[in-house]
């Protein structure tokens, strides 16, 4: 799809993953809808970090996933639908996972309602690797079994079998991407590279979780890239494709590393409060990416080490965005 003037929703669009996606499109041509959840302060969360000249473009619109009126006012005369939005945090989804079934499920329910009604011509789901659980076979496929070992992972595979359904049973040209542990600028530190940056900046101790999971780490701006591809691939429709790296590194080597870059004589030590249930924890990730290869056309295009270059020099000049330390659940 050549995505000028072509009219996108993005729901999810303050956050992380999804500014840099409504960032991509508008670089693109795109006329770009950004939904994000309404706040009493009517921020738009990191979309107040785009430039000025591209943030003057985008329609933003505030709501809530489980408003269906909501969501079909946005995604009125789209010619592409994106899906980011949900609850996203583990160790939240362990406190509130009635509020986190709701959101990830029915708001999921929502998007794809309105986008069958409003004849919506692709729309691209968002999944996560969290899915699978611990690797029962590694690289993992995407027939790997799924597994929730955390109400939120169970959300998500909800989620994942309601666009499964749409296509299935009405045709809903809808495309699954799962990506695997997203990093780079903007993200918070409920994910462990901005924590363990953030507090290789401005501690001589660095207190994380497990330390012997292991992880397979994808720079944002290629994690994006599978997003538009995804979006515009001929012949995508029905699919589920893995946005991995292929590599994986464990959490206790991946802290080290970024001390040595940091150039900080640091402590490494886990606190209790950070690790996840015994059988929750998903001690092994790690991306099998031929079908996105092939399909999509995608393959990942920074190595861990750059991606973690640009990472640290970002969270270096935007400090005052975090509070280092604190375990943010």
Not at 12 to 27: D, H, K, N, R, Y
Not at 286 to 308: F, H, M
Not at 313 to 329: C, F, I, N, S, T
């Amino acid at each position: 799809m050549d995505w000028k003037n072509k009219t996108v929703l993005v729901t999810g669009a303050g956050g992380f993953i999804g500014s840099q996606l409504v960032e991509a499109l508008l670089a693109e041509g795109a006329h770009v809808r950004a939904f994000a959840r309404y706040t009493s302060r009517n921020e738009p969360g990191f979309l107040s970090l785009l430039p000025p000249e591209l943030s003057e473009r985008v329609d933003v619109i505030f709501g809530d996933l489980r408003d269906q009126r909501a969501i079909y006012d946005a995604a009125q005369n789209c010619d592409a639908v994106y899906h980011l939005g949900a609850l996203i945090s583990i160790p939240y989804s362990y406190r509130h996972p009635a509020e986190v079934a709701e959101v990830n499920f029915m708001g999921t329910l929502n998007v794809l309602m309105a986008c069958r009604e409003l004849g919506t011509p692709r729309v691209i789901h968002t999944s996560t690797s969290e899915v699978y659980g611990t690797a029962r076979r590694a690289p993992i496929d995407e027939e790997h079994p799924l597994q929730g070992q955390s109400p939120y992972s169970a959300s998500k595979i909800g989620a994942d079998k309601l666009a499964e359904s749409f296509y299935c049973a009405y045709n809903l040209p809808v495309v699954t991407v799962r990506p695997f542990n997203t990093f780079g600028p903007r993200q918070s530190t409920r994910a462990v590279i901005p924590t363990i940056i953030t507090q290789a900046l401005t501690n001589k101790v660095i207190r994380l979780g497990n330390l012997d999971t292991t992880r397979d780490f994808t720079y944002v701006s290629d994690t994006v890239r599978g997003f538009l591809m995804a979006g515009s691939t001929v012949g995508a429709e029905g699919g589920v494709f893995n946005l991995g790296t292929g590599s994986e590194i464990r959490i206790g080597d991946i802290a080290n590393r970024i001390a040595l870059k940091v150039g900080q004589q640091v402590e490494i030590m886990v606190e209790p409060e950070r690790l996840r249930p015994e059988k929750s924890e998903v001690m092994r990730l790690i991306s099998d990416n031929r079908l996105a290869r092939e399909k999509l056309g995608w393959e990942p295009q920074v190595s861990l080490d750059e991606g973690l270059d640009q990472t640290i020099e970002w969270m270096r000049q935007h400090l005052d965005l975090y509070r280092p330390g604190r375990y943010e659940v």
